[in-house]
């Protein structure tokens, strides 16, 4: 079996174990992970803060945008060429679908802002391990975005979040992966910077 066959077998399983969670289970996760991002060491206090629009069983943040400190501006991905860019969003705010079947909010995305403008990140992930490695979907947008913190870590924070039971106990790293600051699950915070 080739690499990228054993990738996309991983990705499979692990999206399906996301998928079985029951619907009280995803309820209490949002939850507790909201309680986790928001005391992370190195929240910001002010400044763009990006999630995302939860699919295909993703962890949902509905309750980390609702109770963001007044200072921070919640904001979606939003396409662009072949990177991500990061517009504001409220509940209520017109929404476009993108060539992914994605909602995002209806702006220009040349008007949206640059990922070195974001303070936090917050990143959807099909798998990681241990040592706070995230396997994304396998499009690389977020990896793409943010290339120029492999070589020095650098602004904004990072952090993946999922379900806990989307660990796993090691990942093939390739050398474009981005690596995030932290990883939130609903029972635990993995801080890689501090590594």
Do not use: K
């Not at 303070?119 to 947008?141: E, K, S």
Request: proline letters at 8%.
């Amino acid at each position: 079996m080739s690499e990228n066959d054993a990738r996309a077998g991983l990705r499979r399983d692990l999206r399906q174990r996301r998928r079985a969670l029951p619907a009280a289970q995803r309820i209490a996760a949002a939850e507790a992970l909201a309680q986790r991002l928001l005391a992370l060491p190195f929240l910001p206090a002010s400044g763009h803060v990006a999630g995302y629009w939860a699919m295909d069983g993703e962890i949902g943040l509905h309750v980390f945008q609702l109770r963001l400190p007044a200072g921070l501006v919640y904001c979606l991905p939003v396409l662009h060429g072949e990177e991500l860019r990061f517009a504001p969003w409220r509940a209520g705010d017109g929404l476009v679908t993108n060539r992914f079947g994605i909602p995002e909010p209806d702006v220009a995305p040349s008007s949206a802002l640059a990922p070195e403008q974001m303070a936090l990140v917050v990143m959807p992930l099909v798998g990681f391990d241990d040592q706070g490695h995230r396997l994304g979907m396998g499009g690389g947008w977020y990896d793409r975005s943010f290339a120029w913190r492999i070589a020095a870590p650098a602004p904004p924070w990072l952090v993946g979040v999922g379900f806990e039971v989307q660990r796993t106990s090691a990942l093939d790293v390739q050398d474009w992966d981005v690596r995030p600051d932290a990883i939130c699950t609903e029972s635990d915070t993995l801080l890689a910077y501090l590594r």
